[in-house]
């Protein structure tokens, strides 16, 4: 993700221009994604088609608008995890998607084979920390959500890369972290 200039005020996350780039899975097909917020402005870029986005969170809500102006009505069926399945609608057509972050999934194999044995979870973004999922010394598998950031007002679960004990929570709920900041450290 990259971002264009410094935050707007003190623990606030509203960067003028953001870019993160993704692969998508929908109905069955890899495609690639690209979303960039320009200030207020969402914008998605789907296998070169541009599409702008108003999103209403609260209800899971998407108007989409095309660059030949026709609006698509979309309900995301359930919260969006990295690399789960979840279903969109489009009017009333269902499409199973599933979004993966390339950088994530280099980071978390990164992460996986530190030489000391220590799996560290790393944010890999600027964001807010909005819920810690376990404690100090817990036993966790191998993709168990570890900590909750939540950047460009998505929230993003941080998973054990492998199983183990959580030897370290370097951060508590409402902190602000950097990208490269290390959220957890699993041995």
């Given amino acids: 993700m990259e971002d264009g200039g410094p935050p707007s005020g003190p623990g606030n996350l509203d960067y003028s221009t953001r870019k993160m780039k993704l692969r998508a899975i929908i109905a069955g097909t890899e495609t690639n994604v690209e979303i960039r917020r320009e200030g207020n402005r969402v914008a998605a870029s789907i296998n070169g088609r541009n599409y702008e986005l108003d999103v209403h969170q609260s209800a899971l809500q998407i108007l989409m608008r095309d660059a030949d102006g026709q ?70 598998e191998a993709g168990t959500g570890v900590v909750v950031v939540e950047a460009m007002k998505m929230q993003n679960e941080m998973k054990a890369p492998r199983a183990g004990t959580v030897s370290a929570i370097n951060v508590e709920v409402g902190a602000t972290v950097n990208g490269g900041d290390v959220l957890a450290v699993i041995e």
């Fill in 71 to 140: 609006v698509f009505n979309c309900r995301v069926e359930s919260a969006p995890s990295a690399s789960q399945p979840f279903d969109v609608f489009v009017g009333t057509t269902r499409y199973s998607m599933t979004l993966v972050d390339p950088k994530r999934l280099r980071a978390a194999a990164a992460a996986g084979g530190h030489a000391d044995g220590a799996a560290r979870i790393v944010a890999p973004m600027p964001g807010k920390v909005v819920r810690v999922l376990v404690e100090h010394g817990a036993q966790v």
